[in-house]
């Protein structure tokens, strides 16, 4: 059986081969200006899931420069969380007494993108969505103590594609247990009786429910009074498809059983099977088809191989960060071309083990 493998768009790699520089923030003409105020109020002291704030911002700015979003949009993903919010008690802009401020740096329609996303109930705003409660323009009512607020078919498009950037940059298990039913949490669960959960960063397993999620919300995307509205990111078929949540537990739990090597460890036929049925369930991200090109390199199956890593490379060029936070998004870009480049050049993927050590991309 043919596997879901997907042709790499160049122009797509283009685009992430120019965010692979660490250096690319500081040469983007709307968010270079405002990247010294921001750093300035110590971002990259702060923690955030799986790195630094400063990390966090970074990368959800990244996958939106990737999917190709406006400048407001992208200002929101520097700065969404500035104001503080519900899930994070960082403030590191005064809403009440620096919007003006803000207003100066990145403009009033970007700021008031940036208000509104820090204050309006984003878990409020994901369950509406999940629960396709969207007025027939796209338009959406959230509930608070200080009355409805209506969000224009225009902001519902903007939060649900933050949304998703915001949630692939940051979720992994850590996630999955500590906002265990995310969006209806159970405010009742004790630290100190659920501790194991607690402790940071745990295993560090892909997530095995979120993306799922993600999926969902990019489907909303195709809601007739959004889709015209923004580019739709290039992830699960430019949001045309869904992701079922029985899919993507089974995928996680397979990939995770080959990299824990829970399978046997002499032949690679069982972690290949196990990789491929992966890939099966969840033909969505890179990490699973990426380990999988290794091993058909591995067994001389170079044009397999080939098919994978370029697989893989389309989907890290997708969506900009990584889904197995073990590391960073650009060492996983590195080593699926080190993988595509054995597959395609004679000589180029070592037999002996140690060799392994010394392999480097070929420019």
Not at 225 to 232: A, E, N, S
Not at 247 to 266: F, M, N, R
Request: glycine residues 4%.
């Amino acid at each position: 059986m043919s596997l879901p493998f997907h042709p790499l768009d160049t122009g797509l790699f283009a685009r992430a081969q120019w965010l692979l520089d660490q250096e690319w923030l500081a040469r983007d003409p709307d968010l270079a200006p405002v990247l010294p105020t921001v750093l300035a109020r110590n971002v990259g002291q702060d923690w955030h899931k799986a790195g630094t704030f400063r990390h966090h911002l970074v990368g959800v700015a990244r996958s939106l420069s990737l999917w190709q979003q406006p400048r407001d949009v992208r200002l929101l993903g520097l700065l969404h969380s500035v104001y503080g919010n519900a899930f994070v008690d960082l403030v590191k802009f005064d809403p009440a007494r620096e919007r003006a401020q803000m207003r100066e740096l990145v403009g009033e329609s970007a700021e008031h993108l940036v208000y509104l996303f820090c204050t309006r109930s984003r878990t409020q705003f994901v369950q509406r969505v999940l629960a396709q409660t969207l007025q027939a323009d796209g338009s959406l009512v959230l509930e608070q103590d200080d009355g409805r607020h209506l969000l224009t078919p225009y902001e519902v498009a903007v939060f649900i594609i933050v949304t998703m950037a915001d949630a692939i940059e940051q979720w992994f298990s850590w996630q999955d247990d500590v906002y265990s039913g995310f969006p209806r949490l159970e405010p009742q669960r004790q630290q100190a009786v659920h501790w194991a959960a607690a402790l940071w960063p745990g295993p560090m397993r892909p997530t095995g429910r979120m993306l799922q999620q993600i999926s969902a919300l990019a489907q909303a995307l195709q809601h007739p009074g959004l889709k015209q509205l923004l580019p739709l990111p290039p992830v699960f078929a430019h949001c045309s498809q869904r992701l079922s949540a029985s899919d993507e537990a089974a995928a996680t739990a397979l990939y995770w059983s080959v990299i824990a090597q829970e399978h046997p460890l002499l032949d690679p036929d069982v972690a290949t099977n196990m990789l491929e049925s992966a890939v099966r369930h969840n033909p969505w991200v890179g990490e699973p088809q990426m380990v999988l090109a290794q091993l058909y390199l591995s067994a001389g199956r170079k044009d397999e191989a080939k098919l994978a890593a370029a697989s893989a490379l389309q989907l890290f060029s997708a969506w900009g960060n990584s889904w197995d936070k073990r590391v960073q998004w650009d060492a996983w870009v590195a080593w699926t071309r080190i993988l595509l480049q054995g597959a395609t050049v004679d000589g180029a993927w070592p037999e002996r083990l140690d060799k392994l050590n010394n392999v480097a991309l070929r420019h």
